[in-house]
């Protein structure tokens, strides 16, 4: 059985289709990364999950409940670590953890935030508020947070967006953890870095819907072939080489200062400057490409 | 998956409990703030009242010292000020800006529990907090009475009440300004003609209508009854803080759920 099954969901906000006839599948005991630009639907997919959200069509089940209905039932099972920090600034991190054992009726509230502040790594400042805890810490309290009462699916949206490289890697740490153990993860993320690292699979989400879904390795196979192909130089002779790698039939799309030509090794020698730096194609063409959008 | 799983259903204690604790862990940082000035306010106003208007212009009221009637009467301000205020600024922050609802509403907490639960953590701070005005005005020479044990249970729900109407304000409101609307509109009329500070029986015959009406007044009378003799009417306006606070509990319901669940 799916962890997650969504069957032409679509969830709307006025005239807005944020969700837009979605379906999608998550295996038990996989890493799904949810990649894809902001306002693609995927924090609105998050609350339809939790049942902060109603869908006005489709099918929804977590865990095997019938979502909205038995949402609460479903929410018990799972973990949610949100995009914004809500965590309550004034009380102590231990305090933080045993009100939330509470709501998911952990039967052992101290074994539980004990279990919470080693994964977290902050056993010594469990009596420390947490506004006095630097950033890192924080984001990994979040995450112990969600983790609390031990659940089989863990929602996480954007679990870094906004933090420093440093702690951004502390974070994958600790989610790739808890991946190499088994438990499911719906990951919603507009980091291209992120999903390469730590999903199994990836659906590429734009405008409510999935474009493209597989393997990382997949992905890029089957949308930007081998390699890549990156022309620095002056925006004329930019311009000049997209429309000799465009009329050779090859795809080209913006990166930052430069333009890159996606499947470079099918090109012959004149569609390619020689000055061309060659790369492996990677998951931010695949993004680029299907998304229109830059990456970030 | 296969496992037996835990039945949830409405109103579980559990999860009311645990938003409670909530409250309670933030409580710990800040409750010596809120007790220092519900303690010192009810004293500077029956020194004001107390020892500066009845000293010089009113000397009782009903037969009363008017120290007394307005120490009585303050039960009521101090239930208002404890319970409609809190919830509308607290709801509001909590919502809006610390997202703290998210948080809990991803856990298996519906929407009734978290208003519930609001509501009766209000409902027991403001139950205790009301009865200190009484506590002061015996320092000021009200004798105590058996029938004011029953004063903590009019605060309690009266309270619950009015934290109803505050987190249903909370939810209605677009931005945090609009709640001077709501207190010039409702909080200060429904305390100032209340019967806390002069009796409404001298107010024009419609103003005396709507203030029988006011839930704050018959708080004042059930407090005045508990500190001088109960009358059979109490037990109608008992009933009547009852029913407030039950339809205030379901309005802050419904606009909550309009305003949580997109």
Request: with cysteine; proline share 5%.
């Amino acid at each position: 059985m799916a962890a997650i099954e969504l069957r032409g969901v679509v969830k709307r906000f006025g005239p807005i289709t944020a969700v837009d006839g979605l379906d999608l599948d998550v295996p038990e005991g996989i890493c799904l990364g949810l990649l894809g630009p902001n306002g693609a639907g995927k924090s609105t997919t998050m609350r339809l999950l939790t049942g902060q959200a109603l869908p006005d069509a489709g099918e929804l089940r977590a865990l095997g409940h019938e979502l909205p209905g038995d949402a609460k039932a479903a929410r018990a099972e799972m973990g949610v670590v949100p995009q914004l920090d809500n965590l309550d600034v004034d009380v102590t991190v231990e305090d933080n953890l045993a009100v939330f054992a509470r709501l998911y009726r952990v039967p052992d509230v101290g074994a539980a935030v004990d279990r919470a502040l080693d994964l977290a790594r902050l056993r010594d400042r469990r009596r420390d508020a947490v506004d006095e805890l630097s950033g890192g810490m924080r984001r990994r309290l979040l995450l112990a947070r969600g983790l609390v009462h031990e659940p089989k699916l863990i929602l996480l949206d954007e679990p870094t967006v906004g933090l420093d490289p440093q702690i951004r890697t502390e974070l994958w740490t600790l989610i790739d953890d808890l991946r190499s153990r088994g438990t499911t993860i719906l990951m919603s993320t507009h980091y291209i870095e992120e999903a390469e690292r730590l999903a199994d699979e990836v659906a590429v989400m734009t405008q409510g819907k999935i474009i493209s879904r597989g393997k990382p390795s997949e992905l890029i196979a089957e949308h930007a072939g081998r390699e890549t192909a990156e022309i620095y130089a002056p925006p004329d002779r930019l311009a000049e080489a997209r429309l000799t790698a465009e009329a050779v039939g090859l795809r080209v799309r913006p990166a930052g200062p430069a333009i890159a030509i996606v499947g470079s090794e099918r090109a012959n020698g004149e569609a390619v400057p020689a000055d061309a730096v060659i790369r492996a194609a990677s998951l931010e063409d695949v993004f680029v490409l299907l998304t229109g959008e830059e990456a970030e | 998956m296969s496992e037996e799983r835990t039945r949830l259903r409405r109103l579980e204690p559990a999860a009311i409990g645990g938003v409670m604790s909530r409250e309670a862990a933030n409580f710990r940082t800040y409750w010596k703030g809120t007790t220092f000035s519900s303690v010192l306010e009810p004293v500077v106003y029956l020194l004001a009242f107390g020892l500066g208007l009845s000293a010089t212009l009113i000397d009782d009221v009903d037969g009363l010292p008017y120290v007394e009637f307005v120490g009585t009467g303050m039960v009521a301000t101090a239930v208002i000020f404890s319970s409609a205020l809190p919830a509308m600024f607290g709801t509001f922050v909590k919502h809006r800006f610390q997202n703290t609802y998210d948080a809990i509403l991803a856990a298996p907490v519906d929407v009734e529990e978290l208003v519930s639960a609001e509501m009766l953590w209000i409902g027991v701070r403001a139950g205790i907090y009301g009865c200190v005005p009484l506590i002061v005005t015996m320092f000021f020479g009200l004798n105590p009475a058996p029938g004011m044990l029953l004063v903590p249970l009019f605060c309690f729900v009266t309270a619950l009440g009015f934290a109803g109407f505050g987190i249903a304000m909370a939810a209605i409101v677009a931005k945090i300004d609009q709640f001077n609307y709501v207190t010039a509109l409702f909080v200060t009329p429904l305390f100032l003609v209340s019967g806390a500070f002069f009796p409404i029986e001298g107010l024009p015959e419609g103003l005396e209508i709507a203030a029988q009406l006011n839930p704050l007044h018959q708080l004042v009378e059930l407090v005045r009854g508990g500190a001088f003799g109960y009358e059979a009417i109490d037990l109608v306006r008992f009933a009547s803080l009852v029913a407030f606070a039950f339809v205030m509990w379901r309005i802050a319901v419904n606009r909550m759920e309009k305003r949580l669940i997109d």
